[in-house]
């Protein structure tokens, strides 16, 4: 997500740049024209000062534009039904890689592809950022919610096993952890009109069993958990 931005990024890019050089162009006659010491002719405009602040200005803007696509690049158009993917959990034999969790979003570029890994702990937890994109939606077609998920984290509720001083593989960040877009509209009153951010995360759940759920978004940003099994049987 956020090729539009690139693109955005580019055109403003390349105007500025058109700006800049029709000014530089503009100051580079009148050195001529003073050198030559020729005054039938009028002299060439002088270059606008306010010009060459929107040329920089533009430059600057498309930087933001790059900056802000490389930044919501894994974040993820939010479904309509707010599935956002499934994780199963399974249980293991080993006091640091306790839990093996696979997770695998329902959107996106790489829908359908796991993401597998291993946490210490007997308990489980998510977190994620949204963000609501307004001026851009509107014009730029970015979707109105985008989700991603930062991170999933391990810790044990339980009794620590014999020998472990606590988990060890206690986070695992994906794709990239936290999104500096997201710090920015969160602390930035200034720049609200464009984007708003909010976070959603999974408390720690402690893994009684192996269990494959699906991971629910609400309207209101609360997290369901329905057991694919469930699922299953509700539809039969």
């Known amino acids: 997500m956020g090729s539009q931005l690139t693109v ?10 058109l700006l800049l050089a029709f000014l530089l162009d503009q100051v580079v006659k009148r050195i001529r024209y003073r050198s030559s010491g020729d005054r039938r002719k009028s002299p060439p405009a002088n ?21 802000l696509s490389s930044e919501v690049k894994y974040f993820r158009p939010l479904r309509s039904d707010g599935v956002i993917g499934k994780v199963a959990i399974e249980r293991q034999d080993n006091p640091v890689k306790a839990l093996k969790i696979t997770y695998v979003p329902m959107v996106g570029d790489s829908s359908g592809m796991p993401n597998s890994f291993y946490l210490s702990g007997d308990s489980w937890s998510l977190t994620g950022e949204l963000i609501y994109f307004k001026l851009a939606h509107n014009y730029l077609g970015l979707p109105s919610r985008a ?4 991170e999933f984290n391990g810790r044990f509720q339980g009794r620590i096993p014999p020998g472990t001083s606590g988990a060890i593989l206690k986070d695992n960040p ?7 877009a997201f710090k920015a509209f969160r602390d930035s009153r200034w720049i609200s009109w464009f984007a708003s951010v909010d976070s959603f995360s999974v408390p720690f ?3 009684e069993s192996d269990e494959t759920l699906e991971i629910k978004l609400g309207s209101d940003g609360v997290v369901s958990l329905l057991s694919t099994d469930e699922q299953a049987k509700a539809e039969e």
């Open 8 to 17: 955005l990024g580019a055109a403003l890019m390349i105007a500025g740049i």
């Open 47 to 67: 270059p606008s000062g306010f010009l060459v602040i929107l040329g920089l200005a533009i430059i600057a803007i498309s930087q933001t534009c790059f900056w």
């Open 147 to 150: 989700f991603k998920t930062v």
């Open 174 to 180: 994906l794709e990239g952890g936290s999104s500096s």
């Open 205 to 207: 759940l402690k893994a």
